[in-house]
């Protein structure tokens, strides 16, 4: 509730002067009173109406009497309304998995999202030939026959060049190994032998 009295408007009228001070003051206390009476209802929305109401009593200033009257009338008269025409379907969301669900964001959405970031990010790090074969990967271009047909190289060399890829992603994404890891992957060693 602390920051519904902090709420500024912009209360002037249709030419852009600002009003008297008795009708800010009666549109000021109307909002304060909307937004403790309906918490629930879109602040900035209220605030709208607010203006609204103040730039409508700006054009009738010899007409209100009783501005705070006229005021919370008025702004009473725009909750109800709002309320009368259906605008006021709103949904009871809580945070995280609801709230994508109602948005219609599935469970692959972020999924793709860091995917993307990711791969954006490797090919950056990455020598032109890397990124053609991550390239092949990221379309479930997968197979050295596949790949070495898409290259236009050897099996064998396909086959090296996305062994390589990994590598280097791998290298990209954890770091480079330790000597522990080196020696005892027989991965590792693999490679350091030719094999």
Known sequence: MGTMDHTLLHLVDR??????????????SAHRWVRREYPYLDEAVIAGWAEDVGQVMGTRLNEIH?????AYSALHGKVREWFRTCAAREFTV???SELEEWAGVDRSTPRAIYQT????QLRTKLSERDRQILVLLQQDITSPASVAGALGVSYAAAAKAIQRVKERIS????????EEQIQTSPHFCESESGG
């Open 15 to 28: 030419r852009g002067q600002t009003l008297p001070r008795s009708i800010r003051f009666a549109v000021e």
């Open 66 to 70: 009783s501005p705070h009257r006229y």
């Open 94 to 96: 809580g945070i995280g």
């Open 117 to 120: 970031v990711l791969f954006d």
């Open 171 to 178: 290298t990209i994404l954890v770091g480079d190994p330790t």
